[in-house]
């Protein structure tokens, strides 16, 4: 039940988002806000180094909170643009924390965090699910090849080459339980602050 809320949930926001971006009204003030976020820096950006943190991940007695914490602190400080699968392995050494994640294919996505890719495959998949009302932490991200399955996404993730394309990760996106969201891509760094803080200058 939680994952098919999650999935509707997240099927209606994209919708609405979508809406939004592809009104005219609402095109040049989205480009203005896109260029102005971009100036901040990762909510995560720290020095703590991958084996610390991949202590924490792998700790199934520390609260859940701080072990998605400890995912999207590796994401943000160490998992590098461009990677394949055998160096996101370095990153992410022990895949265990994937075995019961689900990853959803997306054929088509138009959102805030997809500004600047074109091509490859969308995936999506919820950090450590629970079947309660814990709050989301999600990843969205992008690899280079247009023909890939949720499966080869999963292997990816698993430091194992899907396909024989061995495709790159082209963009990542973390959304945060606050409904904050950092893009990564070659473009660089890309906060959409959370929404109790949209509309505020720095």
């Known amino acids: ?87 996101f392995a370095r990153v992410f050494p022990d895949s265990r924390w994937l075995d019961n994640t689900e990853i959803d294919r997306f054929q088509i996505i138009i959102s805030p965090w997809a500004m600047q890719s074109a091509g490859g495959t969308t995936f999506s998949f919820e950090v450590l699910a629970e079947d309660d009302d814990s709050p989301y932490w999600i990843i969205h991200f992008i690899l280079s090849d247009d023909f890939l399955t949720s499966a080869d996404a999963k292997a990816f993730l698993q430091g194992r080459q899907p396909g024989m394309n061995n495709p790159q990760l082209v963009e990542f996106c973390l959304c945060f339980p606050d409904g904050r969201e950092e893009t990564f891509g070659t473009y660089g760094v890309c906060v959409f602050p959370a929404p109790r803080d949209r509309g505020r200058e720095d």
Do not use: Y
């Not at 809320?5 to 989205?30: E, K, N």
């Not at 260029?35 to 609260?63: E, F, G, W, Y």
């Not at 072990?67 to 461009?82: M, S």
């Open 1 to 87: 039940m939680r994952l098919a809320s999650m999935r509707l949930r997240f099927g209606l926001r994209t919708f609405l988002l979508g809406v939004t971006i592809v009104s005219v009204g609402a095109g040049w003030s989205a480009l203005r806000f896109r260029d102005r976020v971009r100036a901040h820096t990762p909510s995560l950006n720290s020095n703590t180094p991958a084996k610390q943190l991949t202590r924490i991940l792998m700790d199934d007695s520390a609260p859940r909170e701080d072990r998605c914490r400890a995912i999207f602190e590796l994401f943000t400080n160490h998992v590098r643009i461009g990677s394949r699968a055998s160096e």
